[in-house]
C-alpha cells in the first residue's frame, strides 16, 4: 500500500490555485476584446444602454460611406427599445471616453437631427415629437435613435443605436 502524495486539502489548493490561474489565462487573452464605451437612453424612468452597434472595419480610423448607410437602416432587431410619449423629455448620454480628444457626438431620431455636435457627456430634449411626419399622415410606431460619434476629421468613427416605441 502507498501512501498518498498530497492531502486531500493540498489537492484541493493546487486544483483552486489551477483554475484561478487558467482563468487569468483567458482574462488575458480577451484583453483586446475591449467593449466598447456605453451610450445610454432616458425616459421618464425607463433608461437603456448599449455598446456601439457599429465601428470601423479591420485598421480603418472612420466609417465608410457602405458602413454608415448599413449602420443607420431600421432592420437591426437587436436594438434596444425604450417608451415615449409624446412631450416625455428623451435624455441621452454618453461616457466620457466618446468625447476625449476632440471626438463629439451628435444624435438623431428618425431623420431629425437633435441638437448640434457637442463634446459634452449629456444632453435632454424636452417635449419633442420623433413621430411627426409633417402632416403627411399618421407617424410610425417607432422611431429609431442613432449616437454618432465623430473624430476630429469631422468623420464618423462609431454608432450607438436604439428604438423609441410610441405609447
Given at each position: 500500500?502507498?501512501?498518498?502524495?498530497?492531502s486531500?486539502?493540498?489537492?484541493?489548493?493546487?486544483?483552486?490555485?489551477?483554475?484561478?490561474?487558467?482563468?487569468?489565462?483567458?482574462?488575458?487573452?480577451?484583453?483586446?476584446?475591449?467593449?466598447?464605451?456605453?451610450?445610454?437612453?432616458?425616459?421618464?424612468?425607463?433608461?437603456?444602454?448599449?455598446?456601439?452597434?457599429?465601428?470601423?472595419?479591420?485598421?480603418?480610423?472612420?466609417?465608410?460611406?457602405?458602413?454608415?448607410?448599413?449602420?443607420?437602416?431600421?432592420?437591426?432587431?437587436?436594438?434596444?427599445?425604450?417608451?415615449?410619449r409624446?412631450?416625455?423629455?428623451?435624455?441621452?448620454?454618453?461616457?466620457?471616453?466618446?468625447?476625449?480628444?476632440?471626438?463629439?457626438?451628435?444624435?438623431?431620431?428618425?431623420?431629425?437631427?437633435?441638437?448640434?455636435?457637442?463634446?459634452?457627456?449629456?444632453?435632454?430634449?424636452?417635449?419633442?415629437?420623433?413621430?411627426?411626419t409633417?402632416?403627411q399622415?399618421?407617424?410610425?410606431?417607432?422611431?429609431?435613435?442613432?449616437?454618432?460619434?465623430?473624430?476630429?476629421?469631422?468623420?464618423?468613427?462609431?454608432?450607438?443605436?436604439?428604438?423609441?416605441?410610441?405609447?
Open positions: 500500500m502507498t501512501a498518498p502524495l498530497f486531500g486539502r493540498a489537492r484541493r489548493t493546487v486544483a483552486a490555485l489551477g483554475a484561478v490561474s487558467a482563468g487569468l489565462l483567458a482574462l488575458s487573452a480577451c484583453a483586446n476584446d475591449k467593449p466598447t464605451p456605453l451610450a445610454t437612453v432616458t425616459v421618464g424612468t425607463s433608461s437603456v444602454s448599449a455598446e456601439a452597434t457599429c465601428l470601423p472595419e479591420g485598421d480603418a480610423k472612420e466609417l465608410s460611406a457602405e458602413q454608415l448607410e448599413k449602420c443607420l437602416s431600421p432592420d437591426s432587431k437587436d436594438i434596444k427599445s425604450v417608451d415615449y409624446q412631450g416625455d423629455t428623451l435624455r441621452l448620454g454618453v461616457e466620457p471616453e466618446i468625447v476625449e480628444d476632440g471626438k463629439k457626438w451628435l444624435a438623431v431620431a428618425g431623420t431629425q437631427s437633435l441638437g448640434e455636435l457637442t463634446d459634452n457627456t449629456y444632453q435632454s430634449f424636452r417635449g419633442m415629437n420623433p413621430f411627426a409633417g402632416g399622415g399618421e407617424g410610425p410606431s417607432e422611431v429609431p435613435v442613432h449616437i454618432a460619434q465623430f473624430g476630429e476629421s469631422g468623420k464618423p468613427i462609431a454608432i450607438w443605436s436604439f428604438n423609441l416605441k410610441r405609447q
